[in-house]
């Protein structure tokens, strides 16, 4: 049997192999062929399976025998020359066939996965920002913890303000018949916070309590549900007004916040802003990460098949259209809220197929040039992390895990190859 490979462009190989005469009479290729084919064939005075390879073969159909020892040794070529060349396929092969004259030829293409070569990964330049809290961002938060402890109190006379709760019965029409999910009761609503139709809440300021109003508006052009641009009108009555009350800022406050080492206004801010200040050296280390890694791939040179894009493509849009769904809304719909053609989404979902496996081809190379690997032992000892961390026992945490140890591993890899780049290039503020 004669074989050669070829590497051709795009992660795609080619496998020719040649059966010549003596391999399709070869003894030990006879007799497997006729013990597979065996195991389907009843001879009398023998179990199924069990008769001599000469009344088998007396029995099998010459071209079945034929066919089968030739499968047999392309599958053997296929499978030395995988281990021979360290192939890694993709996908299942595709088998052609050249030749059935003198000599059975067939060709295997097989697609690989993705390729990286690597450019520069070492001794590359990224700076940190800086970060600095300003008052007006402690302000801010300061501002924020003292709304979440709004409380409200009942309006019994005045009117609806900007601010205020309005509890609501409300009734849409379209060309003045009802449409689905227009109407709601006992609805509450925070006058100002814009989460209706645009003009909606602003026609409400100034009814009264158990006033009667209506309201005209116009849906936005991308709303969904056939309703884009068209004129409604809501029929409302208003129940029921509430005023938020913010409460003082002053150390009473600090200290019902409950946050350990705060009694002040004054320890209550400095606590926010140590806050600001670690979320923002965070979000610049992640920053400065995500550079180095974007100009580490930049570096690299991906080779990829189409059919593997496409793949990763179409699984990215799948994914996308199950978490809409599972938030109540079509893939249909989504397009028409947004104004978004659905050329342009696959276009952005093959973009973000092509970086991300590139980026998670390059770390896996630096991987493999560099030697980097996670042993039992450190998988053993995230596990554990894992399980103190949740107090549960380690047993019970490698029983959740145990069908995704290999991801696992995997995501404990590239952490190592992320943290070899930071100690490798120049990360200076």
Known sequence: MKTNY?????????????????DMTDKEELNKALEQLGKNITIPGFRKGKAPANMVQSKVNPVELVERIRTNLINKAYREAIEKYNIRPAFQPSLKVLNEEKEFEVEIEIITYPEVTLGAYKDIEVKKDAVEVTDKEVDDKVQELLNRSAEYEIVEDGILEKGNIAIIDFEGF?????????????????????TFIPGFEDQLIGMKKEEDGEV??????????????KAAVFKVKLHE???????????EFAKEADIEGVNTVADLRKHLENDLLETKKRNAENKQQN???????ANATLEINDKYVERDTEALLQDFKLRLQQQGLSYEDYLKMTGTKEEDL????????????????????IAEVENITVSDEDLEAELQKMADANKLPLEKVKEYLKNRLDSFRTDLRINKVLEFLKQNNKLDA
């Not at 449409?179 to 916070?193: D, H, M, P, R, V």
């Not at 709303?223 to 884009?228: H, I, K, Q, R």
């Open 291 to 297: 550079e180095l890694i974007e100009k580490v791939c």
């Open 346 to 365: 696959n276009k952005q979902a093959r973009e973000e197929s092509l970086r991300s496996t590139k980026q998670y081809f390059t770390l896996n190379k």
């Open 241 to 251: 007004i509430k005023r938020k009350v913010i409460p003082e800022l002053n150390d």
């Open 6 to 22: 070829e590497k051709l462009e795009n992660a795609t190989s080619k496998l020719n192999i040649v059966i010549e005469d003596s």
């Open 174 to 194: 379209v060309d003045g018949v009802p449409f689905e999910g227009g109407s709601a009761t006992n609805y509450s609503l925070e006058i100002g916070s814009n």
């Open 216 to 229: 005209n508006v116009t849906f936005p052009e991308n709303y969904g549900g056939g309703l884009a641009n």
